[in-house]
């Protein structure tokens, strides 16, 4: 088999990894750096702090050498409120604010513009006075400068992208009055104003981040008699309803004692503090949002998607073990383990001279008195002809021909067969005893097109193999009593699978289409009008890779064989019969829990190991917990459904997390390939230079039924 592989498309699905975690990363980070609206631990000292600031008004001009305070003029009050803007509350502020005609001056958080622009556009639409809050709420007095950049330059940023203005206007969060200004506030503030910052305080705390009382809200709001104020306020941040309420209240207060509302600017005699930002910021700030708004959306696709497949796989093993419990009971002791019906096996072979001869002696003892075995050996270079012939059993026949596939070979030895019903089986494949007389006893029905025999594994050493023999007991025996429940199986195993000659015929043989063609004729033979029906009582031992890049190779071509063989048969959705069935039970299932879920699955994987490492949330953690145990249980049940042990039953965890993965990973390179049209395909062999790894990738015992699923 020859692959070609695009490379390009591991460099997408990285990129693709690395922008999903950055995102994540920035939306939680960025959510979680916004603090709550109140003060930090005690400010300290205060000493440093000039007299003319901590004794002056609540505006501080600290641009220049020497500090100047602007205080607020009698009867003037300047409504202030910061952490918006918010979707609930804001827009209710702005209807009271308006409904009252008085004005207001919001400072806003920077996250919160790039999520809400459309109201802070409300806001300076409707003559408010916008400033800065800082980009996450950060405490501009323990912040390192770098950070204390940072966070203006993206508030700056974002609110001209979403107005086309640029301020000065700067609250820091935590602030209070002047009097309350510490070493670290003054400090901050400096830093601040060496940027081109003019900082606001306030000179009523209306204290409504405490959640009080209404009627507290608007007694601690109100200045005292004759004195201007700056009242600062919240419309976002938490369950601001009280505001709401206290709001209209303090406004009417305040008109009926004369006093004037107006802008902050306004209030202290200062000139606007707006002016047009310039185009450059503007495209950036747009571009900022843009970008933001992506990020914040990731975490609650994320949720949803985690959600829905979550969700997708409880109903998957919840499927399966119905299925299994169902199949048992109709099933019950099956068809008779012995049949009249003579059997022709065909044996295809490329280089399997170890195991051929033990393969025919199972082949012959294995409870069909009436037995024919052709061996096609095509183009071997080792000694596989003379293996096979040296079992010396009149029903043994033994063919050669130029290496031409595995396709060409089975159909040679269905030429040669002396019998309806014939048995395909893989030359490193040994029959359990009385499996080809429970095959062919299939075929008492005339119905029957075909047969499916359970493939165990046999070399069970190391950890690989052992994951394997898991996910052939776990998911391809259960996912095949489903599919036999649904009339309409996928995929006949090359490693051991019975056919009546009058179906094959009817669908021309074993096709060279696709790579995978034991699911390819498996749907064909369902078109045709056939049953193909799965034996759980016929056994066969197969040998399954041993390495990565073995199974890596097999798993590959496993995925884009079915790929390939989904898209030839995919007019079966809409036929009747049989037929009927594949289309609308069979292919959907293999196309949702084969082909979709292993896309999302490394993403998937990726937040869940970003949220248990960075404690974002504990979710991820008990689902994966959730799952582990339905998977266990799910696997105790299968292992005793085949009367095997469950001593490794221990394995399914991990094997649920970097085995899985795996695969998933190979289905996306499947699935890349298939969109670049750059798949494996059959070829001919005419050198032995890598030999061993082209018969693992071409004869390996193959079973398409879960590709990618883990289970």
């Known amino acids: 088999m020859r692959v070609l592989t695009p490379r390009g498309h591991w460099w997408v699905l990285a990129s693709v990894l690395t922008v999903f975690l950055l995102a994540l990363f920035l939306a939680t980070s960025v959510i979680r750096g916004v603090g709550a609206a109140g003060t930090t631990e005690s400010p300290g000292p205060d000493d440093l702090v000039p007299g003319s600031v901590s004794g002056g008004g609540p505006v501080v001009d600290a641009r220049g050498g020497t500090p100047v305070s602007s205080g607020v003029r009698p009867g003037t009050v300047a ?92 609250r820091p969060p935590y602030s209070s009055t002047p009097d309350a200004v510490s070493n670290r506030d003054w400090q901050a503030i400096r830093r601040t104003g060496a940027l081109g ?100 959306a990731v975490p609650t696709a994320t949720a949803w998607l985690l959600a829905a497949v979550a969700g997708l796989t409880a109903v998957r093993l919840l499927l399966l073990a119905a299925a299994a419990a169902a199949h048992r009971r109709r099933t019950g002791a099956g068809a008779p383990a012995s049949t009249e019906l003579p059997v022709s096996v065909v044996v295809p072979a490329y280089n399997e001279q170890e195991t051929i001869a033990a393969c025919v002696r199972a082949l012959l003892a294995g409870g069909c008195p009436d037995i024919d075995v052709v061996v096609v050996d095509d183009g071997s270079v080792d000694g596989t002809t003379a293996a096979a012939a040296a079992v010396d059993d009149p029903r043994v026949r033994v063919l050669t021909q130029p290496n031409q596939g595995k396709p060409a070979a089975l159909n040679a030895g269905i030429a040669h067969a002396a019998h309806d019903v014939i048995l395909m089986v893989d030359a490193d494949t040994v029959l359990a005893p009385g499996a080809v007389a429970r095959l ?57 699978g019975a056919f009546r000659r009058s179906a094959l015929e009817s669908c021309g043989g074993i096709s060279a289409d696709t790579i995978a063609e034991d699911t390819d ?108 145990l339905a998977q266990l249980a799910l696997a105790a049940y299968a292992l005793r459904q085949d009367r095997e042990s469950l001593r490794h039953l221990w394995l399914v965890p991990l094997q649920q997390t970097v085995y899985r993965t795996a695969l998933c990973l190979v289905t996306i390179h499947a699935l890349a390939s298939a969109a670049l049209g750059a798949g494996p395909q ?21 079973d398409t039924s879960s590709l990618a699923s883990g289970t």
């Open 79 to 170: 409504l202030t409120f910061d952490d918006g803007p918010d979707p609930t509350w804001t827009p209710q502020i702005l209807r009271l604010l308006a409904a009252e005609q008085v004005p207001g001056t919001f400072f806003v958080i920077g996250e919160h513009v790039a999520e809400h622009p459309d109201l802070v556009r409300a806001e300076t639409a409707a003559g408010h006075e916008v400033g800065l809050h800082t980009f996450t709420h950060t405490d501009l007095a323990t912040a390192p400068t770098w950070r204390v950049q940072l966070e203006l330059a993206a508030g700056r940023a974002v609110l001209a992208g979403a107005t086309g203005r640029s301020t000065t206007l700067l």
């Open 197 to 296: 910052y003019l900082t606001v305080l306030s000179t009523q705390d209306s204290l409504d981040w405490e959640g009080g009382r209404v009627e507290d809200i608007v007694r601690q709001a109100v200045p005292a008699p004759g004195q201007g104020a700056v009242v600062l306020m919240h419309d976002g941040g938490g369950d601001r309803s009280r505001t709401v309420a206290a709001l209209g209240q303090f406004i009417d207060t305040l008109k009926a004692r004369g006093y004037r509302f107006t802008t902050l600017s306004q209030a202290v005699g200062l000139p606007p503090q707006s002016s047009p930002a310039p185009r450059l910021d503007r495209w950036y700030g747009t571009a900022l949002i843009a970008v933001l708004q992506a990020a914040f």
């Open 440 to 496: 062919a006893a299939a075929f008492a029905d005339p119905s029957v097109g075909a047969v499916a025999g359970n493939t165990k594994v046999a070399n069970r050493t190391g950890l690989l193999p052992l994951w394997q023999h898991l996910e052939y007991v776990m998911s391809f025996g259960l996912e095949r009593r489903l599919f036999d429940l649904f009339g309409a199986s996928p995929t006949v195993p090359g490693a051991i």
């Open 521 to 628: 004729i498996a749907m064909a033979l369902c078109r045709a009008g056939w049953r193909v029906v799965y034996r759980g009582d016929a056994h066969a031992s197969t040998h399954v890779p041993t390495t990565v890049r073995e199974l890596w190779h097999q798993r590959y071509r496993w995925a884009y064989g079915t790929l390939q063989s989904i898209w030839k048969h995919r007019q079966a959705v809409a036929e009747r019969g049989t037929a009927g069935r594949l289309g609308r039970r069979t292919l959907p299932y293999l196309l949702l829990f084969q082909l979709a879920l292993p896309l999302a699955a490394p993403l998937l994987d990726a937040a869940a190991l970003y949220g248990l490492a960075f404690g974002v949330s504990p979710a991820p953690g008990y689902t994966w917990a959730a799952f582990s």
């Open 682 to 702: 059959w070829r001919n062999r005419t050198s032995t230079t890598d030999q061993a790894e082209r018969h693992t990738r071409m004869y390996h015992p193959r």
